[in-house]
């Protein structure tokens, strides 16, 4: 692994400068706790991109699809533990056109947003929260290592992509720990930020309700990759 690939922690301090380049202190910018701040720099929320009918159609597929665990990728393998509680869901039925989608999404709309043009993205998955189900803090690219105090990545994944298919659950936020901001999500919201540490985030418990998202992650065309070839799961643009 090059050094390149590893990054100092990201902490930055309320009274210090904001790392979006914006000359204010992060506290007043990208990591302010105002209840009605907007999302800090990278982060792109676009409310009701997909129409409420699309979204219930597909969710009633998904209602009489089969699931199975999914866990965290530690070491090369993926493990199931307590940090992760949640299930994937087969897409059978709706998989070609969640696919479309999510290629025209990474074809056009993140590209226009980022600036930046993507290689491949990974096949999309759709997970389902249930009641108790949640996700640790966590960084979608990258692990900590402790005794170097630095974060490593291990995955060629640049940019993280979440689509909302329904709201009638409590609990359930996505929250971008070192950034003090709290998304709560209704019915065809489009989020997607960038994987690495500084957009760490935590998926809280779902309390009521089932809980249904598209995910998927992609690799910038021009971005120096840990890996020597694509991901076995991925699709080119």
């Known amino acids: 692994m090059q050094q390149r690939f590893m990054t100092p922690a ?17 506290g007043d910018c990208c990591g302010s706790r105002a209840a009605d701040r907007p999302p800090p720099v990278g ?21 009489r699809q089969k699931g199975e665990q999914t866990g965290t990728f530690s070491g090369g393998e993926v493990r199931v533990n307590e940090a992760r509680v949640t299930e994937r869901v087969f897409l059978g039925p709706v998989e070609e056109s969640v696919t479309a989608l999510m290629r025209d999404i990474f074809s056009t709309t993140i590209p226009a947003a980022m600036g930046r043009q ?17 996700y640790r803090l966590h960084a979608d690219s990258e692990r900590y290592i402790k005794e170097r105090k630095v974060w490593q ?14 709201e009638d659950f409590s609990g359930g936020e996505l ?10 999500p209704k ?17 809280h418990e779902v309390t009521g309700g089932t809980r249904y998202v598209i995910v998927s992650w992609a690799a910038y065309a021009d971005e120096p990759k840990v890996k020597s070839e694509p991901t076995w799961n991925s699709i080119a643009i």
């Not at 990201?10 to 914006?22: A, K, L, R």
Request: with cysteine; charged share 20%; proline share 6%.
């Open 118 to 134: 993507i290689q491949w993205f990974e096949r999309p998955q759709i997970l389902r929260y249930r009641r108790g189900s949640h």
């Open 153 to 166: 990545k291990t995955m060629d994944r640049d940019v993280s992509l979440l689509l909302y298919l329904n």
């Open 43 to 63: 982060v792109h929320v676009k409310r009701g991109f997909l129409e409420p009918g699309q979204c219930a159609e597909w969710v009633s597929v998904l209602d």
């Open 10 to 26: 990201f902490n930055p301090t309320p009274q210090g400068p904001c790392f979006c380049g914006s000359e204010k202190a992060f």
């Open 187 to 203: 019915v065809g919201d489009l989020l997607f930020f960038p994987s690495d540490h500084r957009y760490a985030h935590i998926a």
């Open 175 to 184: 929250s971008f720990f070192a950034m003090n901001y709290v998304f709560r």
